[in-house]
């Protein structure tokens, strides 16, 4: 699925609404998030968190924190590996143990992953032009991309 965002409240609407599809599965998961610096990435992931009624003053955008946990139910974790380089670190600071927990992680700069999981939800935020970005979002059901597209489905 490919969006376009012509701002920055667009980008956290559409982050706003995959949390909000992620947030009521009964399971946890997690978002590999790519993108370079400045693509929007924070940005997407306060609109993120804001499903799980978390501040966006409360969610980091300098990269000094790694994983961010929140008190949420389900639980919300916010990390960054952006200072990561090698996978052996990633392994050393218990990544994995997010990504296989009972909550929501989103990971910004997957890229530093030497492996994620098959069928993994994955948001790549390309840079367009100054106010516009292109989000791609794979791994998410066919419903639940509608509704993230703003399209009423089923019957509730
Ligand atoms: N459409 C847009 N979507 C997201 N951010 C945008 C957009 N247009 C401009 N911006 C700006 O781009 C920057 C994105 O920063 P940030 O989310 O911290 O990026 P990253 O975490 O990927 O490094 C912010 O300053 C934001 O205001
Ligand atoms: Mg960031």
Known sequence: MRIVTGSEEETKKAG???????????????V?????????????????????????????????????EYETSPPFYHIDLYRINKAEDVDALGIWDYIDSDGIAVIEWAERLSEIPENAIKVRINYIDENSREIITEGVDEEDRHYMQGRKVGTC
């Open 16 to 30: 706003f609404r995959l949390g909000t599809v992620l947030k009521r599965l009964s399971r946890g998961c997690t």
């Open 32 to 68: 590999f998030l790519y993108g370079e610096m400045g693509a929007g990435k924070t940005t997407f992931i306060k609109g993120f968190a804001s499903a799980f009624g978390i501040l966006e003053k409360d969610i980091g955008s300098a990269s000094f924190v790694i994983v961010a």
